[in-house]
Every structure is written in structure tokens, then in C-alpha cells.
């Protein structure tokens, strides 16, 4: 039950919203750099794939092949370490809603990211 609440949970942080950011990109109503627009993009897109990994894990699914879930774990790892060196978009967070705030949103969302990256490590061994 846990799985199946968390995947729900994060497919509905990372997709629903997607067509919704697209259009504030497109009307112009997003005023972030495109620096952190195509950051937020390539981490939706990014973790949407990953949300493949868990469905096949809840279902028992076979999706791919371990060895690319194996390298798309990796790669997620170090995209979740990278943002404490260097992120345009929680720079931009930062200038926005102010370093505290921000920190404490960054880490509620990698606790919320960490049943997605036990699944898929779960998944792919």
C-alpha cells in the first residue's frame, strides 16, 4: 500500500502540473530565466521516467532492461547531489522566496523523492 500511495503521490507531482508549466512558458507568465525553465523541464521529464520504473515494480512489470534502470539510478543520484554544488533553479528560489524557505521546500521534495529512487533501485537489482 505504501508503494502504490507513493507512486500516486509523485505522478501527481510531476505530471499533472507539466502541461500547466508549459503554458506559463509559452504565454510568457513564467518570469524565471530559461536557464531554470529548462531545468525544471528536464527534471520532470527526468523523473517521469523514472515513474516507469516504479510502476513496473509495484506491477511487477517488466520495463527495459535492469542495466538501464541501473544507469538511470546513477545518473538520478547524482542529479539529486548536484543542486548542493550548483542549481539554477534553486538560485532562483532562493532569490524569490528567500534561502530558508527554499531549503526547507528542497528538502521536503527529496524526501518525497525517495520512495521513487528505492523502487527503482529495488527494481533494477
Known sequence: MFWQISFWILAALIVLPFPFKVFEYISGKDKSPLIV???E??????????????????????????????????????????????????????????????????GVSCILYLPLLFAVYFYAF
Request: charged letters at 10%.
Open 37 to 39: 525553465k529548462v531545468e
Open 41 to 106: 523541464v528536464a527534471n520532470a521529464m527526468f523523473m517521469a521516467l523514472g515513474l516507469v520504473a516504479f510502476h513496473g515494480f509495484i506491477t511487477g512489470t517488466v520495463y527495459l532492461t535492469p542495466a538501464f534502470w541501473k544507469g538511470w539510478l546513477f545518473i538520478a543520484i547524482a542529479w539529486s547531489v548536484l543542486p548542493i554544488f550548483w542549481s539554477p533553479k534553486l538560485a532562483y528560489a532562493a532569490e524569490v522566496m528567500g534561502k530558508n524557505k527554499m531549503r526547507m521546500v528542497a
